[in-house]
C-alpha cells in the first residue's frame, strides 16, 4: 500500500474522517456552512434591526415568538408530511421559498418601508418556512450515511454550523458598522443570506439519498400517521421523560441567544459589534462542543456526558446572569455555547438513534418543535420579565427554575439511558404503524 493509499484509509476509517466516505453528505454539509453563514447574518440583522427600532426586551422576545408560532403550529404536520414524499424535493421547496421571503425583506429594509410591525409578520412567515424545511433537514442526515456513521456525520453538520456561528455574526457586526446608516448594512446581510441559500439550493439538484425510510408510508391516511408519531414517541420507554426534560432545557437555558441585542448593548453599551462579539463566542464554545460529539463512536455513555454538560450550563449561566464585566460575559458564553451543543448535538443523535426510520420524520418533527420552539418562547417570556425587572435578575431566577428541574430528573438519568442507547430492530413496523397495518 502507498503512502498516500494508507494516509487516505487512515482519515476515512477513523473518528470524524469515516464520514467523508459519503461524498453526497460531504457536498450537503459543506453547501450547508455556506447557507448557515447567511443564516447568521440574517439573524444578527433582525436582532439589530428591532433594537434599533424599539430598544425592548419585549420586543426582542417578540421577533423570537412570532419566529416560534410558525414552527409551534405547522412544524409537527410538515414532518407527517415529510414522512409520505421524497424528501429531496420537500428540500428543493423549502429552500425556494426561504430565499423568496429573504429577498422580500431585503427590498423592505433597503426601502425603508420596515417597521416593527411588519418585521414581526416577516418573521412569522419565516417560521412557517423553517417549519418545513426543519423536519426535511434532521431526516435527511440517516438518509444519506449508515446508522454506524451518525455521530460523525452530525458531529459534522454541527461543527460547520458552529463555524459559520463565529463566522456569520464577526462578518454582520462589520458590515453594520460600515454603513453611517445601518439599515443599509442590514438589507445586505439579507441579500447575502438569499445569496448563499441559493448555493445550498443548488446541492439538491446534484445529490441522491441512499436510504429512504418509506415503511407504510401511503397505506393509512395523513392524520392517522400524524397520531401515530405522537403515540410512538409517548410510548418509546425514556423518551418523553428526555424530551420533557429538553422543554425546560430550550425555554431557559438556550433563550439568551435571542436576547444578546439587548444584553450587549442595555447592559454593557456594546452596539452591534459587541452582540457580534457575544453571537461569535457562543459558537466557539458551540464549535469545540461539535468536535467532540462527531468523535463519539457510539452513542453509548451519551446519555450521562449530557447530563453533565447541562449541570456544566447552569453554573456558566449563572456567572452570565450575574456579571458586570464584558469580558467574563464573552467567557460564560463560549462555556455556555459548548454546554449547549454537547446537550443538543448529543440529544438530537441519541433520539435518532432510538428511533425507527418509519417514524424518522414526524418524531424529529416534535424534537424539532423543542429546539427550534423553546429558546424564542422561552426569550420572550425572559424579554417581558425584563421590562418590569433587571434583565440580570430574571435570568438568575429562570437558572434557579431549571436548576430544580434539572434535580429532579437526574435520578432517572439511567433509566433514560437504558432504553434511549439502544437501537430499534429495523426489520420490523414499529408498534403504532403495526396496528393500524392489522
Known amino acids: 500500500m502507498t503512502a498516500k493509499a494508507s494516509w487516505k484509509e487512515r482519515l476515512t476509517e477513523r473518528g470524524m474522517g469515516r464520514i467523508f466516505r459519503y461524498p453526497d453528505f460531504v457536498l450537503f454539509s459543506f453547501t450547508g456552512w455556506f447557507a448557515n453563514i447567511g443564516t447568521w447574518l440574517q439573524r444578527v440583522g433582525i436582532q439589530w434591526l428591532a433594537w434599533e427600532l424599539t430598544h425592548s426586551y419585549a420586543w426582542l422576545g417578540a421577533m423570537a415568538l412570532a419566529d ?24 428543493k421547496l423549502s429552500q425556494w421559498l426561504a430565499t423568496a421571503l429573504t429577498l422580500l425583506l431585503a427590498i423592505l429594509t433597503f426601502m425603508d418601508w420596515i417597521n416593527i410591525w411588519l418585521l414581526l409578520a416577516m418573521m412569522f412567515l419565516h417560521g412557517v418556512t423553517e417549519a418545513f424545511w426543519t423536519p426535511v433537514r434532521m431526516a435527511l442526515p440517516p438518509s444519506m450515511v449508515p446508522r454506524a456513521d451518525l455521530a460523525p456525520a452530525l458531529g459534522l453538520t454541527a461543527i460547520l454550523f458552529n463555524l459559520a456561528q463565529i463566522i456569520g455574526p464577526a462578518a454582520a457586526g462589520l458590515i453594520i458598522v460600515a454603513f453611517d446608516n445601518h439599515r443599509v448594512g442590514i438589507g445586505f446581510l439579507f441579500v447575502g443570506n438569499a445569496v448563499l441559500a441559493l448555493v445550498y439550493l443548488w446541492s439538491f439538484y446534484i445529490i ?26 409517548y410510548h418509546k420507554e425514556g423518551l418523553a421523560l428526555f424530551m420533557l426534560m429538553m422543554v425546560a432545557t430550550t425555554l431557559i437555558m438556550r433563550a439568551f441567544r435571542e436576547l444578546l441585542a439587548g444584553y450587549a448593548d442595555g447592559v454593557f453599551h456594546q452596539g452591534p459589534q459587541g452582540l457580534a462579539v457575544l453571537t461569535s463566542a457562543v459558537g466557539i464554545g458551540a464549535l469545540v462542543g461539535a468536535v467532540i460529539i462527531a468523535n463519539f463512536g457510539n452513542v453509548k455513555g451519551l446519555t450521562r456526558t449530557i447530563f453533565v454538560y447541562f449541570g456544566i450550563g447552569i453554573a456558566l449561566q449563572f456567572g452570565f446572569a450575574l456579571t458586570g464585566n464584558f469580558t467574563i460575559a464573552a467567557a460564560c458564553t ?74 429532579a430528573i437526574l435520578p432517572r438519568m439511567k433509566y433514560i439511558a437504558v432504553h434511549l442507547e439502544t437501537q430499534p430492530d429495523e ?9 393500524t397495518a392489522e
Open 68 to 91: 416560534a408560532i410558525g414552527i409551534i403550529f405547522f412544524l409537527p404536520l410538515f414532518g407527517t408530511v415529510i414522512d409520505r414524499g421524497n424528501r429531496l424535493d420537500f428540500a
Open 427 to 435: 426489520t420490523e413496523l414499529p408498534r403504532t404503524a403495526r396496528k
Open 334 to 407: 463560549i462555556g455556555m455555547g459548548l454546554a449547549v451543543a454537547i446537550g443538543g448535538i448529543g440529544s438530537q443523535l441519541l433520539v435518532q438513534s432510538a428511533i425507527h426510520g418509519a417514524m424518522r420524520g414526524r418524531v424529529m418533527s416534535l424534537w424539532a418543535l423543542i429546539l427550534r420552539g423553546g429558546p424564542p418562547l422561552g426569550a420572550w417570556i425572559i424579554g417581558v420579565a425584563s421590562e418590569a425587572w433587571d434583565f440580570q435578575l430574571v435570568m438568575v431566577v429562570a437558572t434557579a427554575l431549571y436548576a430544580l428541574i434539572f434535580l
Open 208 to 233: 441522491k439519498l441512499l436510504y429512504e425510510d418509506y415503511s407504510a408510508r401511503h397505506t393509512t391516511g395523513f392524520f392517522s400517521d400524524f397520531k401515530d408519531g405522537i403515540l410512538y414517541a
